[in-house]
């Protein structure tokens, strides 16, 4: 890790800070020509997905709004329950809107898969997926992800956004945990 942190065990580092810079202009170039004149909703999965957010958006300079929802699908540990809740719905009038949800990892796809169905419901103009990572390896539930940051093996990782246990998520950069 390029922080030391006290107290921070030292996890062997997967994608640096160059590394999501880098990806972060990829994908608001993907999405400011897809978007540039839709006044698209950033709909972020909390709680994960709020600095791949704060980094995206601050690269997108057209119309948009952003909104947070969120999720549980995780007890306190390293493998998904398969059972999801959702906090409060969207505060916001999705109907005839164009809806790009954007997600800190896709692992089994439940997540999303869950938060679709819902959704879809309001009838929204459009939906797409944007996640910062996905680890295909372990997808359950079938997804089509529009945009997608980086392609994770089959870790569980932490940092930029990504808790284990409700850390971690300061790291500056995706480190993973050792089995
Ligand atoms: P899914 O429902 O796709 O299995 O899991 C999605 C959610 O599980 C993610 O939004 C994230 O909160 C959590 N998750 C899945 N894999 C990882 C991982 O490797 N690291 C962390 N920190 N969270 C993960
Ligand atoms: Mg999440």
């Known amino acids: 890790m390029a922080l030391a942190m006290n107290n921070t065990p030292e996890f062997p580092v997967l994608i640096d800070k160059k590394k999501i810079d880098a990806a972060v202009r990829r994908l608001a170039a993907e999405i400011s020509r897809d978007y540039r004149d839709k006044n698209p909703v950033l709909l972020?999965?909390?709680?994960?997905?709020?600095?791949?957010?704060?980094?995206?958006?601050?690269?997108?300079d057209f119309p948009l709004e952003i909104e947070f929802i969120r999720l549980f699908s995780y007890g306190g540990g390293t493998h998904s329950s398969g059972s999801v809740k959702m906090a409060r719905g969207v505060p916001l009038k999705l109907k005839g809107r164009h809806v790009l949800v954007v997600e800190d990892?896709?692992?089994?796809?439940?997540?999303?898969?869950?938060?679709?169905?819902?959704?879809k419901e309001k009838e929204p103009a459009s939906v797409k997926l944007c996640a910062f990572t996905d680890k295909p390896s372990r997808r359950v539930?079938?997804?089509?992800?529009?945009?997608?940051?980086?392609?994770?093996?089959?870790?569980?990782?932490?940092g930029y956004g990504l808790d284990y246990a409700e850390k971690y998520r300061n790291l500056p950069e995706v480190s993973y945990l050792e089995d």
């Open 44 to 60: 972020g999965v909390l709680k994960g997905s709020f600095i791949f957010m704060a980094d995206l958006v601050r690269q997108l």
């Open 105 to 119: 990892i896709i692992d089994t796809g439940f997540t999303l898969a869950h938060l679709l169905h819902y959704l």
């Open 141 to 158: 539930a079938v997804l089509n992800v529009d945009y997608v940051g980086f392609t994770v093996p089959d870790k569980f990782v932490v």
